[in-house]
Nanobody, 125 residues
Framework: QVQLVESGGGLVQPGGSLRLSCAAS????????MGWYRQAPGKQRELVAA?????????ADSVKGRFTISRDNTKNKNTVYLQMNSLKPEDTAVYYC?????????????????WGQGTQVTVSS
């Protein structure tokens, strides 16, 4: 059993900043890629940023230079962060945490594509 819990969303004015956090818990042997996706009303879910276990990062063109993804892999933390600066109204969406988690079910080993419940980010004056 693994779980992702997000926090840090909210309402912010254009040009403001927010920091999202996502903590993974449960029977975790290893976490490979962790990432943030977002989905605006009437649009498809899209990748915002991702980070590998070796801390290589990838960003959507629309957030490059404004958002920064990072992760804390120290024991029992397994947390990914998204620092969002210079926010724009078009960044308004539900943000979802995603992680590729290698776990032991009690019977066998497997990788699980895990999702958080989502956190709302609204950028508006």
């Amino acid at each position: 059993q693994v779980q992702l819990v997000e926090s840090g969303g909210g309402l912010v004015q254009p040009g403001g900043s927010l920091r999202l956090s996502c903590a993974a818990s449960g029977s975790i042997l290893r976490i490979n890629v962790m990432g943030w996706y977002r989905q605006a009303p009437g649009k498809q879910r899209e990748l915002v940023a991702a980070i590998t276990s070796g801390e290589s990062t990838n960003y959507a063109d629309s957030v490059k230079g404004r958002f920064t993804i990072s992760r804390d892999n120290t024991k029992n933390k397994n947390t990914v962060y998204l620092q969002m600066n210079s926010l724009k109204p078009e960044d308004t969406a539900v943000y979802y945490c995603n992680a590729d988690i290698f776990t032991f079910t009690g019977t066998y080993y497997r990788s699980i594509d895990s999702w958080g419940q989502g956190t709302q980010v609204t950028v508006s004056s």
